[in-house]
């Protein structure tokens, strides 16, 4: 199995950053697409940056210029950098992986979420 562990949430005031990462574990063959979503209490999930296994980033508007998504291929690491954080960017974090097992066959995994909470 695939495990994702998310880390580098807390408390920062407005203005500040934080960097999280994901790291990726168990019986990896490849790893695909690399994304970060967050959901805000009361609000739908929302992607918030995309990362190809050849370095092509994606960011939604509402972060772009303030977030820089990255990846180190030999460590199944994802890193989100946030910088100039809003309160608007509280929410949970998830960190997600298209991964296969065996050559040809993705499937998507989910970390368990960290909290990133920017306080006014």
């Known amino acids: 199995q695939v495990q994702l562990v998310e880390s580098g949430g807390g408390l920062v005031q407005a203005g500040g950053s934080l960097r999280l990462s994901c790291a990726a574990s168990?019986?990896?063959?490849?790893?695909?697409?690399m994304r970060w979503y967050r959901q805000a209490p009361g609000k739908e999930r929302e992607l918030v940056a995309h990362?190809?296994?050849?370095?092509?980033?994606y960011h939604a508007d509402s972060v772009k210029g303030r977030f820089t998504i990255s990846r180190d291929g030999a460590k199944n690491t994802v890193y989100l950098q946030m910088n100039s954080l809003k309160p608007e960017d509280t929410a949970v974090y998830y960190c997600?992986?298209?991964?296969?097992?065996?050559?040809?066959?993705?499937?998507?995994?989910w970390g368990q979420g960290t909290q990133v909470t920017v306080s006014s």
């Open positions: 168990g019986s990896i063959f490849s790893i695909n697409a």
């Open positions: 997600n992986a298209v991964v296969a097992v065996v050559a040809g066959r993705y499937s998507n995994y």
């Open positions: 990362i190809t296994s050849d370095g092509s980033a």
